[in-house]
């Protein structure tokens, strides 16, 4: 019979690439990882790598075994998440990976539902962008991340992610008030200094095409993903910036102003997890706790 860790260890040299790849994610040695693939090999009677240069790459018969991979490990998690369902209480640890303004805005007050709820529930929580969470909600590093998708920058649906949407949140320019941009419009910042998220992020290409369509490139003298950070620059009169409503949550903008930008884009927030655990108690339970805090 095949060895489960083994298709896995399998399915993850696909997904990632290199032996030292999957050794890193999995926190094994790459000699370790080579060493139990070759037990597999051993076991399927086949030949499922081929070395090319200093790497391998997987042949024909691997990637059958991949497809299967995919079924098996997805079943096996409904297994557990009908198991988890059958009991009373729900317990457990449950990995999140966040970023930065749901932490801020909707995670406290779920975390306080569910410990209200579930004191049996431990929850930790990451914060990470989402393309490191899903690739380790695929690695099964987190069970649940909190997802992202701008305006005009599709994402393509991740296969074996099970995708929940949350909330839609406008984005908006902020700008100092009484400040040498006092009641501008988009096109009238053309000289104007801006705080983007880095260029090569989804939210920080999404903030250059604002001001490209405006008809203006932007003079993006910071680069931060802290979306603190960036409205500090811009209370102190440093720069403009775009930041969704959300960060607004149990707060307000005090001295800054807030215009919306044109056509008022809307970021889509979603908590995406691996669709053979969409069932456990544990992942309903954060889930359910989100969307009534979202609603507040």
Request: hydrophobic share 45%.
């Amino acid at each position: 019979m095949l060895d489960v860790h083994r298709l896995r260890l399998l399915r993850e040299l696909d997904r990632l690439g290199t032996l030292a790849a999957v050794a890193k994610a999995l926190n094994y040695s790459p000699s370790a990882i080579s060493q139990q693939l070759s037990v597999l090999e051993a076991e399927t009677g086949a030949r499922l790598l081929e070395h090319v240069g200093r790497g391998v790459r997987l042949t024909a018969q691997a990637r059958i075994l991949v497809r299967h991979a995919e079924v098996i490990l997805e079943r096996m998690e409904l297994a557990e998440a009908e198991l988890a369902a059958s009991m009373t209480d729900v317990t457990g640890t449950l990995r999140v990976a966040s970023f930065q303004s749901v932490m801020l805005a909707l995670v406290p007050g779920a975390l306080s539902r569910l410990s209200a709820e579930h004191p049996g529930l431990r929850v930790e929580i990451t914060q990470a962008e989402a393309g490191p969470a899903f690739a380790g909600l695929l690695a099964r590093d987190f069970d649940v991340v909190l997802g992202e998708c701008y305006p005009g920058v599709p994402e393509p649906a991740l296969p074996g992610v099970d995708e929940e949407d949350l909330l839609e949140d406008e984005l908006r320019m902020v700008i100092p008030t009484g400040g040498p941009w006092h009641r501008a419009k988009l096109t009238d910042l053309a000289e104007a200094p801006f705080v983007f998220d880095p260029g090569d992020t989804i939210t920080g290409r999404w903030a250059r095409q604002i001001c490209r369509s405006a008809g203006f490139e932007p003079d993006v003298r910071f680069q931060s993903p802290d979306l603190l950070l960036q409205l500090r620059l811009v209370e102190t009169g440093h720069a403009v910036a775009f930041v969704p409503d959300l960060l607004w949550t149990g707060r307000t903008p005090g001295d800054l102003e807030l215009r919306h930008l044109p056509g008022r884009p809307r970021r889509r927030l979603y908590t995406g997890v691996r669709s053979g655990s969409a069932e456990q108690p544990a992942i309903r339970a954060f889930r359910a706790a989100l969307q009534l805090t979202a609603r507040v």
